[in-house]
């Protein structure tokens, strides 16, 4: 089955970049978004169709990708950023989630 | 302003069932595909059902296959998804989320969601 794999944690120090991974077998051939999570709240989207940006959203967030690795940057990182940040593609009928970062902003 | 509120969660046995609903607002509810995410208790997100805007298309992910059924009632701007044979593995909190129109495969509007606990 078609699993999505992200790294656990992720720790930024304030005003830095974090970078968050997303891989997958033939991810590049599909499409990529990414979602904010904060305790207590319902997922936020922050990138779909890989790179775009929804209305709303920081221009801090990007979203790109290479081969079969997507990858969140948080750039200028604030403290409202740190939350749970989960990847997400479509594969044969399937809407399928990635394992989920912590992001924690020290 | 688009809004998607859940209701029916709650406690129920092992074995029993439940119906969520979905009330959607602020959009054509007609023109876009439906979801329902899960979270248990302190995991990620795991997709559950999907259905289309023309009710045509229906999916499953397969720990729900044969147990849960999506529906959607166009009149009522309203989602559902019908739980029997509810397992403990079930307990989680239950979104409801819209597709971003026309097969984009992204959730663009999330509820708040409900939660399912299924225990003794």
């Known amino acids: 089955s078609f699993e999505l794999t992200q790294p656990p944690s992720v720790s930024v120090s304030p005003g830095q970049t974090a970078s968050i991974t997303c891989s997958g077998d033939?991810?590049?051939?599909?499409?990529v978004c990414w979602y904010q999570q904060k305790p207590g709240q319902s997922p936020v989207l922050v990138i779909y169709q890989d790179t775009k940006r929804p209305s709303g959203i920081p221009e801090r967030f990007s979203g790109s990708t290479s081969g079969d690795t997507a990858t969140l940057t948080i750039s200028g990182t604030q403290a409202m950023d740190e939350a749970d940040y989960y990847c997400q593609a479509w594969d044969t009928s399937l809407y399928v989630f990635g394992t989920g970062t912590t992001v924690t902003v020290l | 302003e688009v809004q998607l509120v859940e209701s029916g969660g709650g406690l129920v046995q092992p074995g029993g069932s439940l119906r969520l609903s979905c009330a959607a607002s602020?959009?054509?509810?007609?023109?876009?595909?439906m979801n329902w995410v899960r979270q248990a208790p302190g995991k990620g997100l795991e997709w559950v059902s999907y259905?289309?805007?023309?009710?045509?298309?229906?999916h499953y992910a397969d720990s729900v296959k044969g147990r849960f059924t999506i529906s959607r009632d166009i009149a009522k701007n309203s989602l559902s998804l019908q739980m029997n044979s509810l397992r403990d593995e079930d307990t989680a909190v239950y979104f409801c989320?819209?597709?971003?129109?026309?097969?984009?495969?992204?959730?663009?509007?999330w509820g708040q969601g409900t939660p399912v606990t299924v225990s003794a």
């Open positions: 602020g959009f054509q509810f007609s023109n876009y595909g």
């Open positions: 033939k991810l590049g051939d599909k499409y």
């Open positions: 259905i289309s805007s023309s009710d045509k298309t229906i």
């Open positions: 989320a819209r597709e971003g129109g026309g097969s984009t495969y992204y959730l663009d509007f």
